[in-house]
């Protein structure tokens, strides 16, 4: 017959050699390295980015199902990220596509309410099947996020509006964005949820985390 001490030094040594076989995700995750070319592919050359916090830069498109999906996660990662990492949002147009949805966007963000416009304007385009790009429904969804109704208008077509549509169409070439949505980490690195094994929400933060800290 076996002694009790016996007995409860042979489960503590059984339970040791567990240990590795009990918590393999969490040492997975914090080992974790990605991949070039599957799980994003580097930006060459970098594009260089200033500021003290990593960066992190969501291209997307108003019209863009994946980008649609990809937004409600995309919120709840950057407000719980907001503090360690400078998260951007950059809206772009395909060549066949007006650039109107842009328009609104930029005009709302600099009258404060960029994050108002933008969920509007995929609600409007997804639920409820409006045309973002007809003047009167951006004026509508602009009552709809409580903007003052002329200054948003004055804003539509302003030279500082122009220039952030420029400058989007020129960072996304030096970007290299052949689509959307595409996350963009300090200028250096693409990753875009369409090509690379980053379907899953949880591990496309994990990736862009993980490159981030690089």
């Not at 393999?24 to 980015?49: R, T, W």
């Not at 498109?61 to 649609?68: A, G, Q, R």
């Not at 304007?121 to 002329?150: M, Q, R, W, Y």
Request: with cysteine; net charge neutral; glycine share 6%.
């Amino acid at each position: 017959m076996i002694s009790h001490p016996f007995l409860r030094i042979s489960m503590v040594l059984i339970w040791l050699a567990l240990l590795p076989l009990v918590w393999p995700n969490q040492a997975g995750a914090e080992s974790f390295q990605p991949k070039a070319g599957i799980h994003y592919d580097p930006i060459i050359p970098p594009v260089p980015v200033s500021g003290s916090k990593p960066e992190v830069v969501e291209v997307f498109n108003f019209k863009c199902p994946h980008c649609y999906k990809l937004h409600p996660r995309m919120n709840v990662w950057a407000a719980k990220m907001k503090d360690r990492f400078d998260i951007k949002s950059m809206p772009i147009a395909f060549t066949n596509q007006s650039d109107q949805p842009l328009r609104a966007y930029y005009a709302a963000q600099f009258l404060g309410q960029g994050d108002a416009m933008k969920h509007a304007l995929f609600k409007a385009h997804f639920d409820d099947h409006s045309n973002i790009d007809a003047p009167e429904e951006l004026t509508f969804i602009a009552e709809g996020v409580k903007l003052d109704l002329p200054r948003f208008q004055a804003n539509l077509n302003s030279f500082a509006v122009n220039g952030k549509i420029a400058q989007g169409r020129s960072m996304s070439q030096a970007y290299g964005i052949v689509g959307t949505p595409t996350l963009v980490i300090n200028g250096r690195y693409r990753v875009s949820p369409g090509k690379h094994d980053s379907n899953d929400p949880e591990l496309l933060f994990n990736i862009v985390e993980a490159l981030a800290a690089q």
